[in-house]
């Protein structure tokens, strides 16, 4: 059972523009949630994280939004840069529980 | 500070094998989180130890175990290795236990069974 749905395996986007990635969950019990981004061959690094008394947070480039009562979050990056083209692996956790992973979207920024 | 490290980063066994992969948190890090990331399943959790106890485990078989020293340093053991265990293995660390917080991962180590 997923618990953590990034449906969308790959999406690309031109430089410049935004880049939306898409996470759904289904355990209500989530109280917080991350984003992390992964080059290959390098383990992942933390981008921003939000927690569920919250709908926004805003760092630099990137903006997560969360929709409790759809079991949505989102991550906007504005404007897409080369280096933005990694996998990012959306995460959410219950309190004083383990951190679950989606599978991952592999955002490709073309010139 | 130094980041996490990982031993060793590559790794060839053969089915029904042993192995034991080795991480080194960041100072002062006393949580440390193993995950098996393969194509098509992202990061799956394996276990996570806090001062020496493993305070989660994941969804896998016995055969997966591990352990955590004194000085936060942890080891993972997979025991009868099979086919499906060739992966990334990740570890990462932080400050304090639960929900919350930053973890930092290694760059992980690369276990191939034939």
């Known amino acids: 059972d997923q618990q953590v749905k990034q449906n969308s395996p790959s999406l690309s986007v031109q430089e410049g523009r935004i880049s939306i990635l898409n996470c759904d969950y289904t355990n209500s019990m989530f109280d917080y949630f991350l984003w992390y981004k992964k080059y290959p061959a390098e383990g992942p690094t933390f981008l921003i994280s939000i927690s569920s008394i919250k709908d926004k947070n805003e760092d630099g480039r990137f903006t997560v939004f969360l929709n409790k009562s759809a079991k949505h979050l989102s991550l906007h990056i504005v404007p897409s840069q080369p280096g933005d083209s990694a996998v990012y692996f959306c995460a959410a956790s219950a309190w004083d529980d383990k951190i679950i992973f989606g599978k991952g979207t592999r955002l490709h920024i073309l010139p | 500070k130094a980041g996490v490290t990982q031993t060793p980063r590559y790794l060839i066994k053969t089915r029904g094998q042993q192995v034991t992969l080795s991480c080194s948190p960041i100072s002062g890090h006393r949580s440390v989180s193993w995950y098996q990331q393969t194509p098509g399943q992202g990061l799956q959790f394996l276990f996570e130890?806090?001062?020496?106890?493993?305070?989660n485990k994941g969804n896998f078989p016995g055969r997966f175990s591990g352990r955590q020293f004194s000085n936060s340093r942890s080891e993972m053991n997979v025991s009868t290795l099979e086919l499906g265990d060739s992966a990334l293995y990740l570890c990462?660390?932080?400050?304090?236990?639960?929900?919350?917080?930053?973890?930092?991962f290694g760059p992980g180590t690369r276990l191939t069974v034939t």
């Open positions: 990462a660390s932080k400050e304090g236990s639960g929900s919350g917080g930053e973890q930092y």
């Open positions: 130890y806090f001062s020496e106890t493993q305070r």
